[in-house]
Nanobody, 129 residues
Framework: QGQLVESGGGSVQPGGSLRLSCAAS????????MGWFRQAPGKEREGVAVISTGSGNPYYADSVKGRFTISQDSAKNTVYLQMNSLKPEDTAMYYCAATRLGSWCPSSWPGLGYNYWHWGQGTQVTVSS
């Protein structure tokens, strides 16, 4: 069983930037798709961005396209989320997620159930003036 550890959250003013990191340990070799979900108070968890670990192809939610960039460092078993032009509505707990199912990130990734993924503990991002 792998372990996912997030870091990099914090508080920032609107328009600012943050970079989240997710370090995977344990049986990392078999993770096919890794990425980020977020959950704001009173709202359901939503997909933010994922990356197919084999090809490096990224996929984004419409709400973050053009502002967020997901990347990976395969040697470090780490996935990053660079968040620019942050808005107050980006405020949420951000969770790293990874799956060994399939061969790459499926197009249906935002709607896949909780049990499809392994989860990290989360890191808080707050965007406020």
């Amino acid at each position: 069983q792998g372990q996912l550890v997030e870091s990099g959250g914090g508080s920032v003013q609107p328009g600012g930037s943050l970079r989240l990191s997710c370090a995977a340990s344990g049986y990392t070799y078999s993770y096919k798709c890794m990425g980020w979900f977020r959950q704001a108070p009173g709202k359901e968890r939503e997909g933010v961005a994922v990356i197919s670990t084999g090809s490096g192809n990224p996929y984004y939610a419409d709400s973050v396209k053009g502002r967020f960039t997901i990347s990976q460092d395969s040697a470090k078993n780490t996935v990053y989320l660079q968040m620019n032009s942050l808005k107050p509505e980006d405020t949420a707990m951000y969770y790293c997620a990874a799956t060994r199912l399939g061969s790459w990130c499926p197009s249906s990734w935002p709607g896949l159930g909780y049990n499809y993924w392994h989860w990290g503990q989360g890191t808080q991002v707050t965007v406020s003036s």
